[in-house]
């Protein structure tokens, strides 16, 4: 590893080159669309753009458990975006998220077409709507909230933070690093503390706050992101482990997590997701 260039802020900051690393060509200080491009759309009264990462595994669960839970309504078309191609800067998905980030949902289920974005209004959003995974009013209802927004909050630290750093800059370098371990580290404890006294983050129900979460710190304890369970010593964090172990074996929650999905096993592919028919035709190629 070469040693870090000392690098001096210019009085005004230009783009002029790639940021380098994985992703660099998905960043740019502009926002907008890049091209002309409609978005598909399906038969259901649901239509999701987006991409297994962490963030649009939030919204795949939530679909899969109300599904589960006898919401037929909740019927869903997830459209993959790829978003190593730009398929994020395409005019359709700028139209439903100008934000230009996974995921993205427009609801069809009423006289207009609604565009949500950002994942924690999309859970927001279903929850209200169909009057599950989140308590109508009082003091649960606020605590769900908290931790739900506590996630929204933290995740960038984990994900842009100690991910990037981590797993997909040019180069390690270790005060990025460090940094952004002890603050992954910080919140692993924070998550760890509130489990030790409670099954749900919430308090005795499953809602949307461990949805949320667990996408990012639960797959992180479970060793699916950046191959880091060891360097953050993710099995000291007991509690986290326990809570992180029991969602992950809900079956909507082993379906949720493979819709978009463009990476792994055939068996945890779904690339396209229409119907309960696409989730069950790549499970039942599991070995």
Do not use: C
């Not at 589960?68 to 309504?73: E, L, P, Q, T, V």
């Amino acid at each position: 590893m070469s040693e870090p260039t000392p690098y001096t802020p210019p009085k005004v900051w230009t783009w002029n080159k790639e940021s380098g690393g994985r992703f660099a060509a998905t960043n740019r200080p502009i926002a907008g669309p890049t091209h002309d491009r409609d978005l598909p759309v399906g038969d259901n009264p649901f239509q999701l753009y987006s991409l297994a990462t962490p963030n649009g595994v939030k919204v795949t669960v939530m679909f899969e458990e109300l599904l589960a839970a006898g919401f037929s309504d909740a019927e869903y078309d997830a459209w993959v975006i790829d978003i190593n191609s730009g398929d994020q800067f395409g005019s359709g998905f700028v139209e439903v998220n100008p934000n230009s980030k996974i995921p993205a949902l427009l609801d069809r289920s009423g006289p207009e077409p609604v565009r949500v974005f950002e994942s924690g209004s999309i859970l927001l959003h279903l929850a209200e709507k169909f009057g599950a995974f989140l308590a109508p009013e009082g003091p649960e209802r606020t605590e769900t909230l908290n931790w739900l927004f506590w996630q929204m909050g933290a995740a960038p630290y984990l994900g842009g933070g100690f991910g990037h750093f981590y797993a997909y800059a040019p180069e390690k370098m270790e005060y990025p690093i460090d940094r952004f371990a002890m603050e992954a580290k910080r919140q692993l404890d924070v998550l760890d503390r509130t489990l030790a006294a409670r099954p749900f983050l919430a308090g005795e129900r499953y809602t949307i706050a461990d949805m949320a979460n667990w996408a990012w710190f639960g797959q992180l304890a479970l060793g699916r992101l950046y191959n880091a369970a060891e360097f953050l010593d993710v099995t000291s964090y007991a509690h986290v482990m326990r809570w992180a172990t029991e969602i992950d074996a809900r079956p909507a929650v082993k379906r949720g997590r493979i819709v978009n999905r463009a990476w792994g096993a055939d068996h945890e592919q779904v690339l396209n997701r229409h119907s309960a028919a696409d989730i069950d035709a790549a499970l039942a190629k599991a070995p």
